[in-house]
Structure formats: structure tokens, C-alpha cells
């Protein structure tokens, strides 16, 4: 059993690798509560100035600004001489990936809980001006049946577009993001129809053996929908093409992805003006907070949620 304050996980028990990352299922020992954690080699970020900044912002905005039942929670964040650690929230279902493993398809009454759940977290991406970049099943968790979104990359962000690194898995990404290496709102909204269309039909709309395959699959050949499969409803089918137009200025916005009839009844109150998805300038607020952290950890180092951890002990 490895020791990280007042955590215990055993190397046994690790449930996700990525690629600088890898996620151990864990105990708080004085309340006996599972939790997650998420080691990031402290050697590896701070080589690499954006991933140093970029993994600042996520401690930041997880604990100050992201809180939602559909995005998994994060608790705490503690470094040591060699590592950092990501606290989170624990789920008991596996990600959607595994569970398209297991029966290949949703109904349409799955499949549209599976999207409220994603549009309800991403109401709390969208006001504070956070592009996902890599939203693809597997970043997408289930805990108790609901579905909550994980691995938002904060290594740049904002509301700007984010050119120059292809960031995320070609499969889900859009036209603009494999041709441009082009970040932006949209991207997120292309994302979503590629998962929801393989969730309802088993299979993604286009394929490709690799990234420059996979754009000129989805430049030449139109989107079409099985035959075989006549259950789904044709306003869903009608989302679906709104978030996959190719030309991105006919792809659906979020504004009218949450008014869109196959979904409005979900979000009345968004849709009745009681709650309005501003992008809000991100940079600034983060800006505010940092300076505010800068205050709290020289006035209250005891706080146990700031988001610089900070040296604790690891036995």
C-alpha cells in the first residue's frame, strides 16, 4: 500500500493510463470513503511549460469554478518531491467506451439521458469559456447511471481559437481540427454528434486508418444513417446532422443545441431565459483567482483546497 497523506492505494488497483497519467482507485483513511487518484511524474510536467500551466489551471478551475454532478469532482491536489496528485471523485460504471464494449449500442431513451447528462456538464464549460478538445468516450465516466465528463485539457484555453497542436483522438475530432490543428466551441459540438450517432448506431459515420484518411472520408462521402435501424426518431437524426456539418458555420451552436427539439424539454429554464450560457472571459477569471490563491496560501496555508499543494509527506 502506498501512503499520500491522508490517502492509501494500492498499484494494484489502477483503473485508467494515459499517456502522462495514471488513475488508482483509492481510500480516505479516516473516513474510509473511495476516492480516485490521478499521479502525474512531476519530472515530466515541468518540463514542458504548457503542461506546467496547463495542469495549474486545471487544480484551479476544478476546485473554484467547474462544479457540476456531471463532471467528475475533484477534491484535492497534493505534491511531493516527485509527483503531484489528483484527488477525484470516485465512479463505480466505467466510461462509455466500456460500456459500447459490452452492447455495442444505447436505445434512444438511453442515448438521450446519456446527452442531457453530457449537455448539463458542458453548461458549466460553456460560461466559463472552456473548450474540451477531447471529448470521446472514454472521457466520459458513469457513476451510479449518471455520466460525467473527465479529462478536460486545460493546456491552453479560453475562447480563442487554439491552433498549432493536434490535440485529442482523430476519430472524434472535426474536419477543421484535423485539416487546421483548429480548437474551438464548435469542435466540442462536432465531438458530441460523432458520439452520439455511435452510441444510437454502434459505430462511428466515418472512419479512417489514419488522420488524413479519416478528413478525406468525411470531406467525400455525406452522412448517412443505417437502414437497418429505424428506431431512432428523425428529430434526433436531425441533431445529429446539425452538430456534424462539415462547414462550420453551418454546424449548430450550443445556444441552439439546448433549444433544439429533441432536447428543449430538458433545459426550460435555459430555454425560458432564466439561465443564460454567457462565455465569460475565462482568462480574466482565472486571473482573479490565482491572485486570490496567492493571498490564501500566505495568509491561511492550512486550507486544504488551494490549488497549489503543498508538500506533504509520501511514504
Same mark, same amino acid.
Given at each position: 500500500?502506498?501512503?499520500?497523506?491522508?490517502? /492509501?492505494?494500492?498499484?494494484?488497483?489502477?483503473?485508467?493510463?494515459?499517456?502522462? !497519467?495514471?488513475?488508482?482507485?483509492?481510500?480516505?483513511?479516516?473516513?474510509?470513503? &473511495?476516492?480516485?487518484?490521478?499521479?502525474?511524474?512531476?519530472?515530466?510536467?515541468?518540463?514542458? %511549460?504548457?503542461?506546467?500551466?496547463?495542469?495549474?489551471?486545471?487544480?484551479?478551475?476544478?476546485?473554484?469554478?467547474?462544479?457540476?454532478?456531471?463532471?467528475?469532482?475533484?477534491?484535492?491536489?497534493? #505534491?511531493?518531491?516527485?509527483?503531484?496528485?489528483?484527488?477525484?471523485?470516485?465512479?463505480?460504471?466505467?466510461?462509455?467506451?466500456?460500456?459500447?464494449?459490452?452492447?455495442?449500442? $444505447?436505445?434512444?431513451?438511453?442515448?438521450?439521458?446519456?446527452? *442531457?447528462?453530457?449537455?448539463?456538464?458542458?453548461?458549466?464549460?460553456?460560461?466559463?469559456?472552456?473548450?474540451?478538445?477531447?471529448?470521446?468516450? #472514454?472521457?466520459?465516466?458513469?457513476?451510479?447511471?449518471?455520466?460525467?465528463?473527465?479529462?478536460?485539457?486545460?493546456?491552453?484555453?479560453?475562447? /480563442?481559437?487554439?491552433?498549432?497542436? $493536434?490535440?485529442?483522438?482523430?476519430?472524434?475530432?472535426?474536419?477543421? !481540427?484535423?485539416?487546421? @490543428?483548429?480548437?474551438?466551441?464548435? =469542435?466540442? *459540438?462536432?465531438?458530441?454528434?460523432?458520439?452520439?450517432?455511435?452510441?444510437? @448506431?454502434?459505430?462511428?459515420?466515418?472512419?479512417?486508418?489514419?488522420?488524413?484518411?479519416?478528413?478525406?472520408?468525411?470531406?467525400?462521402?455525406?452522412?448517412?444513417?443505417?437502414?437497418?435501424?429505424?428506431?431512432? =426518431?428523425?428529430?434526433?437524426?436531425?441533431?445529429?446532422?446539425? /452538430?456534424?456539418?462539415?462547414?462550420?458555420?453551418?454546424?449548430?451552436?450550443?445556444?441552439?443545441?439546448?433549444?433544439?427539439?429533441?432536447?428543449?424539454?430538458? @433545459?426550460? %429554464?435555459?430555454? $425560458?431565459?432564466?439561465?443564460?450560457?454567457? #462565455?465569460?472571459?475565462?482568462?480574466?477569471?482565472?486571473?482573479?483567482?490565482?491572485?486570490?490563491?496567492?493571498?490564501? =496560501?500566505? !495568509?491561511? &496555508?492550512?486550507?486544504?483546497?488551494?490549488?497549489?499543494?503543498?508538500?506533504? !509527506?509520501?511514504?
Amino acid at each position: 500500500m502506498k501512503n499520500i497523506d491522508d490517502y /492509501c492505494f494500492s498499484f494494484k488497483d489502477k483503473i485508467r493510463q494515459g499517456s502522462q !497519467t495514471q488513475v488508482y482507485i483509492a481510500t480516505k483513511q479516516k473516513t474510509g470513503e &473511495k476516492v480516485t487518484i490521478k499521479w502525474l511524474n512531476k519530472t515530466d510536467i515541468r518540463q514542458d %511549460d504548457k503542461l506546467m500551466e496547463g495542469f495549474r489551471i486545471e487544480i484551479q478551475t476544478y476546485f473554484k469554478i467547474l462544479k457540476s454532478p456531471n463532471i467528475l469532482a475533484v477534491f484535492d491536489a497534493i #505534491e511531493t518531491m516527485n509527483s503531484y496528485y489528483i484527488i477525484q471523485e470516485y465512479w463505480d460504471g466505467g466510461d462509455l467506451e466500456e460500456l459500447l464494449k459490452k452492447q455495442k449500442l $444505447l436505445s434512444e431513451k438511453d442515448a438521450i439521458k446519456f446527452l *442531457v447528462d453530457i449537455l448539463n456538464g458542458f453548461t458549466q464549460l460553456i460560461k466559463n469559456g472552456i473548450i474540451h478538445k477531447n471529448l470521446k468516450p #472514454e472521457n466520459i465516466l458513469i457513476d451510479k447511471q449518471t455520466y460525467k465528463i473527465t479529462n478536460i485539457d486545460f493546456v491552453e484555453r479560453g475562447n /480563442c481559437i487554439i491552433q498549432g497542436t $493536434l490535440v485529442g483522438t482523430p476519430l472524434y475530432m472535426s474536419p477543421q !481540427t484535423l485539416d487546421l @490543428f483548429i480548437h474551438n466551441a464548435k =469542435s466540442d *459540438v462536432w465531438s458530441l454528434g460523432i458520439i452520439l450517432y455511435e452510441v444510437l @448506431f454502434g459505430k462511428t459515420p466515418w472512419t479512417g486508418k489514419s488522420p488524413i484518411e479519416l478528413l478525406q472520408s468525411i470531406k467525400t462521402q455525406p452522412l448517412k444513417f443505417p437502414t437497418d435501424n429505424n428506431q431512432v =426518431s428523425l428529430e434526433i437524426q436531425d441533431l445529429i446532422i446539425g /452538430c456534424l456539418q462539415v462547414d462550420e458555420s453551418k454546424r449548430l451552436s450550443w445556444e441552439e443545441i439546448y433549444k433544439h427539439p429533441a432536447v428543449s424539454q430538458y @433545459f426550460t %429554464d435555459f430555454n $425560458l431565459g432564466n439561465i443564460k450560457l454567457e #462565455e465569460k472571459d475565462t482568462q480574466q477569471i482565472l486571473q482573479k483567482e490565482m491572485d486570490q490563491l496567492k493571498i490564501d =496560501s500566505e !495568509t491561511a &496555508k492550512d486550507k486544504d483546497h488551494d490549488a497549489k499543494a503543498f508538500s506533504k !509527506t509520501e511514504n
